[in-house]
């Protein structure tokens, strides 16, 4: 089955909505947090969201929908995944790294996926079954071969108290890669490693709404997606490990101990 209309619709709905975040960027918030205190909503991501949906909605009224801030609207074998802001922290810190990030999934698997940064105005595109594109030319992952010479990004969930998650992973693989970083949008981070910026990507506890489009854009890049253990990815299982395929199990090696 070809997707051509709804991958149009998600590029102009990633795009859409990342123009209002761009609009939106260093300027008045109302920012709120959701329950624990490191986990913020703004009016932007609302926003965001409700635009994304209403252009779906206009164009295949029947469509379930999943969004972070609205939850699941509709029902059926199909839906779309959406975060209307990834990076929320960034944003209201006025620090220029975050997404929006659209997917559409057809009986349990993704079949296209686009994460669209407004700041640098990269449209990363994937079809299942294509090679990843960003900004319509071609991307694939790196050749580092080697996990000590690997430029290595993770994140950090929420934090509601008591131990402080993937601390104990971050100091490891800081000290079995070259090199680390936190750039907070989980979503990008995947595309960075799709085209080949970073070696490999992990995080503890995330959404379908993070990782839908981007775990698929790395894919069709060449590279490897997992939970901890080197199984097949739950997009609901919180756990992800992304990479260039060739430093995969030495990831593993490291995160399984974590599962
Ligand atoms: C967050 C970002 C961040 C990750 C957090 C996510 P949000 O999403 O992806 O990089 O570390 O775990 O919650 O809340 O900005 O959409
Ligand atoms: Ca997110
Ligand atoms: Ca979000």
Known sequence: M?????????ERAARAAGELLRTRFGRHLL???????SNLVTDADTQAEAL??????RQFPDDAVLGE???LRGAGSARWIIDPLDGTTNFTHGYPFFSVSVAYEADGAVVLGVV??????????AQRGEP???????IGVSKTAQLRDALLVTGFPPFAGGEPPNLAPFEELMVRGQALRRDGSA???LCYVASGRFDAF???????????AGALIVEQAGGRVSDYRGGALVLDGGQIVASNRLIHDGMIEVLKNFA
């Open 2 to 10: 070809a997707w051509t209309e709804r991958l149009t619709l998600a």
């Open 31 to 37: 920012i709120r947090s959701k329950g624990v205190r």
């Open 52 to 57: 994304v949906r209403a252009m779906i909605a």
């Open 69 to 71: 801030e609205e939850g």
């Open 116 to 125: 669209y940064d407004p700041m640098r105005d990269e449209l990363f595109v």
């Open 132 to 138: 990843s594109r960003c900004n319509g030319g071609a």
């Open 187 to 189: 979503a990008l981070d």
């Open 202 to 212: 992990w995080e503890p506890a995330l959404h379908a709404w993070d990782i839908a």
